[in-house]
Nanobody
Framework: QVQLVESGGGLVQAGGSLRLSCAAS????????MAWYRQPPGKQREFVAR???????YYADSVKGRFTISRDNAKNTVYLQMNSPKPGDTAVYYC???????????????WGQGTQVFVSS
């Protein structure tokens, strides 16, 4: 079993910056890709950014150029640097991990519990 714990959410002013972290813990697994999703108030969960084990990154058009995803493989941690956030970025942000379990090689996906980000105008 893998646990994902997010941190770093809170209140930020539009145009400021905020960094989210997500640490994965457990044993007998390796992490492949990690990603961030978000769920704005009253809306469905949506993709924000993804980073592969090799460091390739992908972003939703709405955050491209403002948010940066990165990871520390040694710490099994993924980050989301949010620069110049807008009120429309207000949402619960969820960490997501694609893992491979050893020794059977099975793949499993996990979600964090979410962290609230509120961007004030």
């Amino acid at each position: 079993q893998v646990q994902l714990v997010e941190s770093g959410g809170g209140l930020v002013q539009a145009g400021g910056s905020l960094r989210l972290s997500c640490a994965a813990s457990g044993s007998g697994f390796s992490i492949n890709a990690m990603a961030w999703y978000r769920q704005p108030p009253g809306k469905q969960r949506e993709f924000v950014a993804r980073i592969t084990s090799g460091g390739s990154t992908y972003y939703a058009d709405s955050v491209k150029g403002r948010f940066t995803i990165s990871r520390d493989n040694a710490k099994n941690t993924v980050y989301l640097q949010m620069n110049s956030p807008k009120p429309g970025d207000t949402a619960v942000y969820y960490c997501f991990a694609e893992t491979t379990r050893y020794p059977d090689g099975s793949n499993s996906n996990y979600w964090g519990q979410g962290t609230q980000v509120f961007v004030s105008s």
